[in-house]
């Protein structure tokens, strides 16, 4: 790239500018004093900033770049050598902040160095997908052991009630036949537990609807039984209708809503926020249009001593937790293809789901 674009800067102006103007790469052309003489598209967007802004001005003035960068581009001017540096956190206004691989290649024109071509490739999408893939292996590994483990279970578990309740038939003293009602409701209480934790894996039954009318039926069901707690609505109308299973939608967004209102102790505020996102990337699929549901509460946030675990199966943090909501959860989104993850810190919870709607049937 950087070879193509020093034998470019002799070719006619209008060629040069074409092949920049088409890089995927984010690239700029700064002089001496590090104004931008040139920038393209890819870096407009990168950096989010108009040509007419950035044109003239400064590089350090556009931006919140680290000192070592700035120093590291005038090194690269002054001493006609080229410089990389990685990771580079650079801060583009108050809330977003990007992490870049940067590459200065000084230009040189009849033996004098005109101008820096500068390169960026952005890192953090590639951080985020990391991250993403592993969360989607982990939620399958942990799917894998819960359904075996399950299984497990029930069978010894069928016999030992089977057993129970032919003792209790042979038991002529009634005070003994209290131990068999124990072994048996005991042995049911299991059973249900782990029927419980078996039931993502009923097929879905998919049909096309808004997933307005789910988030409003859950909003309804919550509100029943938390009449102290505030439930605000922030819905994107944009939203296309999805194809999906809306009665196993609904039990994911109520055990993510229950475990607001748990955490919430009866009093506070939940938010159900709806986004239509473009161009996401769930598990190493690029998706062209992603729902975004999200639920957040202002409760005192998930213990830190279970907070990289709340997804696995009996995690509880509640005394008459099951701990198995979660895992629940996010079983049935990933059955639909998608991804479910928490962020959370004291007074500010957020469970997001993301759907993609290609994978729901609608474009
Ligand atoms: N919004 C939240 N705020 C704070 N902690 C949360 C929140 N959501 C989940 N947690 C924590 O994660 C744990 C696991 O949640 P999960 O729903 O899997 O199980 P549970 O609520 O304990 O039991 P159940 O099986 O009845 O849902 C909770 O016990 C709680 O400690
Ligand atoms: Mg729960």
Known sequence: MVLMAIFLKKKPESLYEKVLNNLATAAMLLDK????????????????????????????????????????????????????QHEVSIELGKKKTITVDCMMNPLMESNNISELLVEFVQIDGHLKLAQESRLVEQQNTS????????????????????????????????????????????????????????????????????????????????????????????????????????????????????????????????????????????SKTRHKLVVAIEIIDNGPGVPEDIKDKIFFPMITGRVEGTGLGLSIAQSIVNHHGGLIDCISEPGHTVFQIFLPLEECGAE
Do not use: W
């Open 143 to 282: 799917n894998t052991l819960l359904r075996g483990l399950s299984h497990e279970i029930k069978n010894p578990l069928g016999g030992l009630r089977g057993a129970a309740q032919l003792l209790e038939k042979q038991l002529l003293n009634n005070d003994l036949k209290e131990y068999t009602k124990v072994i048996i409701d005991e042995a049911d209480r299991l059973k249900n537990l782990v029927n419980r934790m078996l039931s993502p894996s009923i097929p879905l039954k998919k049909k096309l609807f808004n997933i307005h009318e789910v988030v409003e039926r859950v909003r309804a069901l919550v509100k029943v039984q938390n009449k102290h707690i505030n439930i605000h609505r922030d819905y994107d109308p944009s939203i296309p209708e999805i194809v999906a299973d809306p009665e196993q939608l609904i039990q994911v967004l109520l055990n993510l809503a229950c475990n607001s209102a748990e955490a919430l102790d009866g009093q506070g505020d939940i938010v159900l926020r709806t986004r239509a996102m473009r161009q996401f990337t769930i």
């Open 33 to 84: 004093d590090l104004k931008i003489g040139y920038l393209n598209p890819a870096s407009e967007m990168l950096f989010e900033m108009g040509r007419r802004k950035a044109l003239g001005t400064p590089f350090q003035n556009l931006v919140s770049a680290p000192d070592s960068l700035i120093n590291n581009m005038r090194l690269s001017f002054n001493t006609e050598r080229q410089f990389s």
